[in-house]
Every structure is written in structure tokens, then in C-alpha cells.
């Protein structure tokens, strides 16, 4: 009777060990530091999702995006400035543009726009992909040639990847001249998919050199099909295609809500701003290749700077007209037919 008493003391301390030892393992396992070192073992971030994470830090998962090769991070001819070096200008020189800077990931399509953005200690990401084995995005892609339609297809699919991955982007050429904050002047309606620039305020001409769009199921959707339409669209570059998916009424169907951006305040080339008091972004749309963009650009933020001048007087400001310098190199560029471009 004894050994049968002492074999059940046994077995109940045996199951109370074992309950105790079980429960310390559920406490232990849900303590935070745990929890985040599995997470941490388990999870891996890509060199395309931490830069995001960096760029869109305290910006509510938006981050702003341009993408930049050789031929924009190097002068050319007799230019004393890069169209990189224009662009981060406009950001120092806009109305409450600077902290924007904190949000720009450049993604470079090359070796030297990747080292030249590491070295101004941007966010910067290197776009490097199997199928682009064959292609060289480095030298200037004249507009409308293959290359550039090439890249312009690049960049298409790059963005895509961007918005499955729930971040939400305002894309913008780095010939657009950044003057004041556009996020100011965008609707902050969460209902707006995408917010797009247009050459002229006569018709739905849309430039997707500059714009906003959200991270939902209907702009993956409206890019999927964009992307997919690439192949049968020979000669058309991707601007186009976009614009006949409008035409087409694929954007109503998905159900996508679009604001096209007025070029009152998104202008550019194409169609000036009249008001130098609303004007956000200046775009050197309507111009064929990159030294005539330099040119003319460097003429835009020289007036930009004439017009902050006259403003410190306000009064003396009110009687003057500002006009912008004729963006003459621009214009001329459609009859250079000897252009080389560099590479």
C-alpha cells in the first residue's frame, strides 16, 4: 500500500512538471523579444523592399520615385549641369520641397547612376533584372527610339512590383522641375486612385512623366494590363498605350477614379503655366533630347529664382508680369536631325 502511495506521488509530480513546464513555454514564447527574433529568422527584406521602408519612413507607406541613368548623372557637350543636378536644385529651391527629399528613392538602370546616387547619399536602388541582359539603359535614348521605348516598358514593370508590394508613389521624370510641394496641391481623397499630368488642358492628353497613384487592387490591376499590352504595341510608346486603355473605357471599368492634374499648376513645356503664383511643377515635356532639357531647364528655375527675388517685395511683385524664357533649345531640338546622343 505504501509503494502504490509512493508510485502516485510520483505521477502527480511527474504531471505537475509537465504542466508547469508547458505553460512556461507558452509565457516564454509569447514575450515580444521572442517573437521578434523568429519574426526576424523567418523573414527576409529585399534590397528593393528596404529601400522603400527608407524612403517611405513617417510618410504613410507613400514614397516618391524617378529613375535615373548614366546620360542624367553625367554632363554632356558643353552643359555645366546634369538633369540630376537640376531636379535636386528645383527640391532646394521649392516652396516647402526640401523634406521631400527624405521620401526619393532613385532607382538607377546602371552602374554609374547607382554609385553617383550612393555618393549623395540618397535612397537609392539598383535595378538589375535577368531579361535585361541584352539591353543597355546607360546612354541617352533619344525619345521615341527603341531603346527608349525599351525602357520606358523597364520602368513600367518596375513600378508594378512597387505597387504589389502595398506602397503607393507619385512617379515623376527628373526633368520635371519640382517648384512647390505637389503633395499640397493633390487631392488627399483616399478615393482617388491615380492623378495623373497632361500636356494641354484641351483634351485627356496624359504624360505619365509626372503622377500619383495608390497602392489597391484596381491600379495593380490597371498596370497588369497596361504591362501585357506591350508586346502588341509595336512603335507605341507606353504613354500611349496607357492613354488607348482610357479611350477604351478600361478605367471605368475597373471602377478607377482619376483626377487629370491641371497645367495651371502641372505644367510644362507643352503648355506653360500663366501663373507663377500656382505653378508646382515645371515638366520639359514637348523637348526631343537631353541637352536642349538642360538648357532650357536651367532657364526655368533662373526665372523660378527672379520670381522669389520680386516676392520678398511684395508690393513691387504685384506690378510686374513674370513670363517664362522662351524654352527655344527645346523647340529647335524636333529639327536637330544630326543629334548623336551620348553613350
Avoid at 39 to 45: A, D, E, M, R, V
Avoid at 54 to 71: D, F, H, L, P, Y
Wanted: include cysteine; proline fraction near 2%.
Amino acid at each position: 500500500m505504501a509503494l502504490s502511495n509512493n508510485s502516485s506521488a510520483k505521477v502527480g509530480a511527474a504531471v505537475v512538471l509537465l504542466i508547469t513546464g508547458v505553460l512556461y513555454l507558452c509565457f516564454w514564447l509569447r514575450d515580444p523579444l521572442i517573437i521578434s527574433l523568429q519574426h526576424s529568422s523567418t523573414t527576409t527584406i529585399d534590397d528593393l523592399e528596404a529601400a522603400l521602408q527608407r524612403a517611405a519612413s513617417g510618410n504613410n507607406k507613400t514614397v516618391v520615385i524617378a529613375v535615373v541613368n548614366k546620360a542624367y548623372v553625367e554632363k554632356s557637350g558643353s552643359s555645366t549641369s546634369t538633369m540630376l543636378d537640376l531636379f535636386l536644385e528645383s527640391l532646394w529651391e521649392g516652396e516647402d520641397t526640401r523634406h521631400l527629399l527624405d521620401h526619393l528613392m532613385l532607382v538607377a538602370v546602371d552602374q554609374t547612376a547607382y554609385d553617383r546616387c550612393r555618393f549623395l547619399r540618397l535612397h537609392c536602388y539598383r535595378l538589375e533584372s535577368a531579361d535585361q541582359q541584352h539591353l543597355d539603359f546607360s546612354g541617352e535614348k533619344v525619345y521615341m527610339s527603341p531603346d527608349f521605348i525599351q525602357m520606358m516598358w523597364r520602368r513600367t514593370l518596375f513600378l508594378l512590383h512597387v505597387l504589389r508590394r502595398g506602397y503607393s508613389f507619385v512617379f515623376t521624370d527628373t526633368d520635371v522641375m519640382w517648384l512647390r510641394n505637389p503633395f499640397s496641391r493633390l487631392n488627399n481623397n483616399d478615393t482617388v486612385d491615380l492623378q495623373i499630368s497632361v500636356d494641354s488642358r484641351a483634351g485627356h492628353f496624359i504624360n505619365t512623366g509626372f503622377y500619383h497613384i495608390r497602392s489597391n487592387n484596381k491600379t495593380i490591376s490597371l498596370f497588369e494590363k497596361w504591362y501585357s499590352m506591350r508586346d502588341n504595341s509595336t512603335g507605341m510608346k507606353e504613354q500611349d498605350v496607357l492613354k488607348s486603355l482610357l479611350d477604351a473605357g478600361f478605367f471605368d471599368t475597373l471602377g478607377l477614379s482619376v483626377n487629370f492634374l491641371d497645367t495651371v499648376q502641372f505644367s510644362g513645356f507643352c503648355q506653360d503655366s500663366p501663373d507663377f503664383g500656382a505653378v508646382t511643377t515645371v515638366h520639359a515635356n514637348c523637348c526631343r533630347h537631353i541637352p536642349a532639357k538642360v538648357a532650357d531647364l536651367t532657364a526655368v528655375l533662373r526665372d523660378w529664382k527672379r520670381y522669389k527675388t520680386a516676392m520678398v517685395s511684395r508690393h513691387k511683385a504685384k506690378q510686374l508680369r513674370f513670363r517664362w524664357t522662351p524654352h527655344a533649345n527645346c523647340w529647335g531640338s524636333w529639327n536637330d536631325t544630326h543629334y548623336n546622343p551620348q553613350q
